[in-house]
């Protein structure tokens, strides 16, 4: 699990049902990893995903390893490739996060015993946008039909959320950014295509003005991914118009009923208003839940096994 659009739709909409499944019975099939051994390697600082993954693992019954940044003797000089070479004897599953580009991650996978699933990277959070459709249809019951607003930095969790709803049939994203701070354009492209294909529809637009209203889902990220500074001093002057505040939800929302959802850590005051996150539209501490639900179907999904509930 390098990136969704490699994954594709149908496994994406079965990811999203086996993370539901597990959520209506946590304790259901918790023993289809008790053979399997799962590494957790973060070379970046984590609190939900690298939580959600080990207590994940181990409820499904595997045996879990955790390394550190300076824990492997890539470190000292050893090469990626082989690194994966000698972890491949010993573990099933390698969960990595950084913030590199993919090329390391695929180095890792090069081999072919040990699956290797991409934690975040500088590219994309996979994982967090199957969290993120799992906590959208359980809101709603569907996905078909369902209009998301996102708000802010085009970051890896917006790539990644491009690519999910670019293979969901019928949903549409909105993604309004600030100038030079939205998602490259060979990920729209690529979310475009896969848009196309599906049924879906994906858009990027920088102006305020035109947001849409009557959205089922506001949703917005720490405008630092990953704590990164910019290299522009004044870029805090772009982002604060994009601020989703109780005044934005008011306007966005329907009748009906808009939920509000954050990848967190949130930077309160700064994308999100204590009201908003705190309210009752938001659902983002449900969401970080789903993290591990997700995390869990995808470990099952990686180690070839089929469980009830992925239909």
């Known amino acids: 699990m390098l990136s969704l659009a490699e994954a594709g739709p149908d496994n994406v909409a079965r990811l999203v049902a086996r993370a539901l499944a597990i959520s209506r019975d946590e304790r259901a099939n918790l023993g289809t990893l008790s053979d399997k051994t799962v590494g957790v390697y973060f070379r970046r ?6 939580t ?26 050893e090469t990626i490739e082989d690194t994966a070479r000698v972890l491949s004897n010993y573990l ?64 890896n969790t917006a790539s990644a959320l ?45 102006d305020l003005e035109r947001l849409p209203t009557g959205v089922d889902v506001v949703y917005t990220t720490r405008w630092q991914t990953m704590g990164e500074p910019k290299a522009d001093p004044n870029w805090r002057e772009k982002f604060d118009p994009y601020a989703v ?26 994308e999100v208003s204590d009201e908003v996150l705190d309210g009752p539209q938001s659902v983002a501490f449900r969401q970080s839940k789903h993290k591990m639900t997700s995390a869990m179907a995808v470990l099952e999904w990686c180690a070839g096994i089929d469980p009830p509930g992925t239909a």
């Open 245 to 270: 505040t109780a005044a934005l939800m008011a306007r966005v929302s329907k009748p009906s009923g808009t939920i509000f959802m954050h990848d967190l850590p949130a930077v309160r005051g700064a």
């Open 45 to 50: 600082s984590s609190t939900r995903t690298r």
């Open 52 to 77: 959600a993954f080990a207590v994940g693992a181990m409820r499904l019954g595997a045996n879990v390893i955790q390394y550190g940044p300076n824990d492997l003797q890539i470190v000292t000089g």
């Open 162 to 206: 491009a690519f999910a709803v670019g293979m969901t049939e019928g949903m549409r994203l909105t993604l309004v950014t600030p100038a030079g701070y939205g998602l490259p354009d060979d990920v729209m492209a690529q979310a475009g295509e896969l848009a196309r294909a599906a049924g879906a529809e994906v858009a990027q637009f920088h």
């Open 92 to 155: 099933d599953i390698l969960v990595i996060r950084t913030n590199e580009t993919p090329a390391e991650m695929r180095s890792l996978a090069a081999q072919n015993q040990m699956a290797v699933i991409n934690a975040m990277s500088a590219s994309e959070h996979p994982t967090q946008a199957l969290a993120d459709l799992t906590t959208i249809k359980e809101a709603f019951g569907r996905l078909d039909g369902l209009h998301l607003l996102y708000l802010g930095e085009g970051n």
